[in-house]
């Protein structure tokens, strides 16, 4: 499969459950973002990997926990999470070097009941 | 921090019409603008981008321009067709060695046929 895939495409899960999200790029890109996307929320970004390494966490709570072995795939954990950590997660890659569109993949619907 | 702003949150308009979405941004080292659209249930897709070294860029029916002194940009979408109904967002970044792309909250466009 071409461009940013993403699994589960639709997750629920209990507030005491651990799950995690799964994204990969087939585009070469070399770095990777996680985004939130609530209803009447701008997207927000969660996280950004650059080369491989964290370069920004944007005061998320410590019950998202990212992980991002290398280039082509980006993991989201998750544990402990509240309802209002229910949304669309987006994953997206880019090349570095500034100016590239960001490639954004389909998202994981998360509720959390 | 960095702030990006959007208007309207909501759009209606005449098959055939323009429409015209409008941001601003707070952070004045930014210099590059992209704009996403997001079908329904779709993933965001980049329709159009600029840089801070021009004023204006077109693509077929769409144009956006950009006041880097104002710091305000808008999206211009002329003879609209109902598949141009979505969510757009305009985002702002500085263009670094990872995109650190601040996202405005959307506007959500309606075309009627």
């Known amino acids: 499969e071409t461009g940013v895939t993403q699994t589960p495409r639709h997750l629920v899960m209990g507030m005491t459950n651990k799950k995690s999200l799964k994204c990969e790029q087939h585009?070469?890109?070399?770095?990777m973002y996680w985004y939130k996307q609530s209803a009447k929320k701008p997207l927000e970004l969660m996280f950004v990997?650059?080369?491989?390494?964290?370069?920004e966490n944007n005061s998320v709570p410590s019950r998202f926990s990212p992980e991002c072995p290398n280039s082509s795939h980006l993991f989201l954990h998750l544990h402990t999470l509240q309802p209002e950590d229910s949304a669309l997660y987006l994953c997206?890659?880019?090349?570095?070097?500034?100016?590239?569109?960001?490639?954004f993949g389909p998202g994981t619907r998360l509720t959390v009941t | 921090g960095e702030n990006v702003e959007q208007h309207p949150s909501t759009l209606s308009v005449q098959e055939g019409d323009s429409a015209v979405i409008k941001c601003t941004y707070s952070?004045?080292?930014?210099?590059?603008f992209p704009w996403y659209k997001q079908e329904l249930g779709k993933r965001p897709q980049l329709i159009i981008d600029?840089?801070?070294?021009?004023g204006e860029k077109k693509d077929q029916r769409i144009a956006v321009t950009l006041n880097k002194t104002a710091k305000h940009f808008s999206l211009h979408i002329t003879e609209t067709q109902p598949e141009d109904s979505a969510v757009y967002f305009c985002?702002?970044?500085?263009?670094?060695?990872?995109?650190?792309?601040?996202f405005g909250p959307g506007t959500s466009l309606s075309v009627i046929p």
């Open positions: 997206a890659s880019s090349q570095v070097g500034g100016f590239d569109e960001q490639y």
């Open positions: 585009l070469g890109h070399n770095a």
């Open positions: 990997y650059s080369l491989e390494e964290r370069v």
């Open positions: 952070d004045s080292a930014s210099n590059y």
């Open positions: 600029i840089r801070s070294n021009v």
């Open positions: 985002a702002a970044s500085r263009g670094t060695s990872y995109d650190k792309v601040i």
